[in-house]
């Protein structure tokens, strides 16, 4: 029964929309729901720790030319190990060895983002795993320097690709009760990758290493299959039953009507951004009216108009309407880089992206970052009683963290 005082009682249409709109920026616009804690955690964490074996992958190799550079590098005191193909390192070829993967990673950085909405996040964080086994595989068979150089260029640039499509799908998958959780299980990841590589390095030949870390890159792949798709891309692409599934299976494995007021407002977040970037406001209009049990003109609708609970239905037309009101903006060709530059000049974006700049500035100078391909040779000069490999696996974690990298 509608009426005078129930419409008073509602909020106002303007007022909806902005909750809406702060929901989805903070990722927790929900349709309530009896779903227990731990059955909506769980997925969330599954897919967090397939992600995380690539921090795992970063951490190992990140570790190696450690290993490599103690096994190679000799000294009068400390003979070099015995290696099946000769191969040896003096001052200079280890210095190359140990910077070349720092080198390379900007340009994999780079990569990433020219390549991470096309191809969307699983599907980038299953292609980052590409040249990586390729590098362990060169580092295991090496014959010569150009293979050892050419192993750690691949893995700079692998590690260059997979930074943005980690820290962009743990963002778009969780919400926001467990988004710090998930954040934090990064560095703990890292930290194990650099004991497992420092652990067999201590026990066992560089190659026969980099032959059991081949298994990293595989057994991620097999992970990373197993999990859905961000959510926030799929709206983007108008793929927006993929999208339904995907927040069913991250949200609990629920029924559809569970997550249609997330679909819902991802859809109304979209258009709006696809509006403010100069996008056609008509395709965001057609993924929203399809969200809200309409379906679009290639029949890719959510869901059909008597499955949508009735509470959901105004948000969906919300969602629909908006991108109407929306400002749209006629953008040349490279527009859209543009429009990037002009929000990275904004004192909001600048502010921070400095403070980060600074802060990676001043840990690099301590050197630290320099050091850890030499560790065990460096160990090796203080004359300890500990072996030095033995004293690399203890100090691993501390490193780790004053390096910055967990």
């Not at 057609?286 to 809200?292: G, L, N």
Request: aromatic share 8%; glycine share 10%; hydrophobic share 50%.
């Amino acid at each position: 029964m509608t009426g005078p005082a129930s419409n008073a009682a509602s909020p106002p249409r303007e007022k909806q929309e902005h909750l809406t709109e702060a929901a989805v920026a903070n990722g927790c616009c929900r349709d309530p729901g009896a779903v227990d804690p731990f059955r909506e955690a769980l997925p969330q964490v599954l897919a967090s720790c397939a992600k995380n074996m690539l921090l795992l992958d970063i951490g190992m190799t990140l570790a190696f030319p450690t290993v490599v550079i103690a096994a190679l590098l000799g000294s009068k005191e400390h003979p070099r190990e015995p290696d099946e193909f000769g191969l040896t390192f003096d001052e200079w070829q280890a210095s190359w060895f140990g910077s070349l993967m720092l080198i390379c990673q900007p340009f994999g950085s780079v990569l990433s983002g020219l390549l991470l909405e096309p191809l969307g996040r699983k599907r980038a964080m299953l292609l980052v795993n590409a040249p990586h086994l390729l590098s362990w595989l060169l580092l295991s068979t090496a014959r010569s320097h150009a293979a050892l150089f050419a192993a750690a260029a691949l893995m700079g640039l692998g590690m260059g690709f997979m930074e943005a499509p980690i820290i962009t799908y743990v963002g778009e998958i969780s919400t926001p009760k467990l988004r710090g959780a998930l954040t934090s299980m990064a560095g703990i990841s890292v930290m194990l990758g650099f004991f497992i590589e420092y652990l067999l390095g201590t026990l066992v030949t560089w190659r026969t290493a980099a032959w059991g870390s081949v298994a990293v890159p595989l057994l991620t792949v097999l992970a990373i299959s197993q999990v859905p798709e961000s959510p926030m891309w799929l709206v983007s692409k108008g793929r927006l039953r993929d999208a339904e599934r995907a927040l069913r299976w991250l949200r609990g494995w629920v029924p559809a009507s569970a997550v249609q007021t997330e679909l819902a407002a991802l859809v109304r977040y979209n258009a709006e951004m696809t509006a403010m970037s100069g996008g056609k406001a008509l395709r965001a209009a057609e993924q929203a009216s399809a969200a809200a049990g309409g379906g679009g003109p290639n029949g890719n609708g959510v869901c059909n108009g008597g499955f949508v609970a009735d509470d959901v239905k105004p948000r969906a037309e919300q969602a629909a309407a908006q991108p109407e009101r929306a400002p749209t903006v006629d953008v040349a060709p490279g527009g859209r880089y543009l429009d990037g530059v002009r929000a990275l000049r904004k004192r909001e974006t600048l502010w921070p992206l400095m403070l980060v700049i600074a802060f990676f500035v001043i840990h690099h100078w301590t050197g630290l970052s320099g050091l850890r391909p030499f560790m065990v040779p460096v160990f090796r000069q203080f004359g300890l009683p500990v072996d030095a490999h033995w004293l690399t696996v203890s100090v691993s974690r501390p490193l780790c963290a004053l390096s910055g990298e967990a």
